[in-house]
């Protein structure tokens, strides 16, 4: 079993940054993924970005490239989503996931194992 557990979340206004943040803990694969999805209310849960833990390849969302960093920090098993000049597009719970094993960065929920509780973002105008 694997736990993610996901912090970082708030209130801000437009053009803000913010930084999320998602530890892993429990039995790890020596390769996997790990990433972010976003769910607004009445919509899908959409793909923002992934990292692979090993090699350390990433994938963003269209809509978020340029604007969001993804990174992991190994020693900490954990992986950080830095959000900079946020819209109030953007507003959504940000759920953290991780997929065991792969060679590829999937961009479908249903293709990850395992996922946090999520965290509130919201941008105001």
């Known amino acids: 079993q694997v736990q993610l557990v996901e912090s970082g979340g708030g209130l801000v206004q437009a053009g803000d940054s913010l930084t999320l943040s998602c530890a892993a803990s429990?039995?790890?694969?020596?390769?996997?993924?790990m990433g972010w999805f976003r769910q607004a209310p009445g919509k899908e849960r959409d793909f923002v970005a992934a990292?692979?833990?090993?090699?350390?390849?990433?994938d963003y969302a269209d809509s978020v490239k340029g604007r969001f960093t993804i990174f992991r920090d190994n020693a900490k098993n954990t992986v950080y989503l830095q959000m900079n000049s946020l819209k109030p597009e953007d507003t959504a719970v940000y759920y953290c996931?991780?997929?065991?094993?792969?060679?590829?960065?999937?961009?479908?929920?249903?293709?990850?194992?395992?996922w946090g509780q999520g965290t509130q973002v919201t941008v105001s105008s």
């Open positions: 996931a991780l997929k065991l094993g792969g060679w590829s960065i999937p961009s479908t929920a249903p293709l990850y194992d395992y």
């Open positions: 990292v692979m833990w090993s090699g350390g390849n990433t």
């Open positions: 429990g039995r790890m694969f020596s390769r996997y993924a």
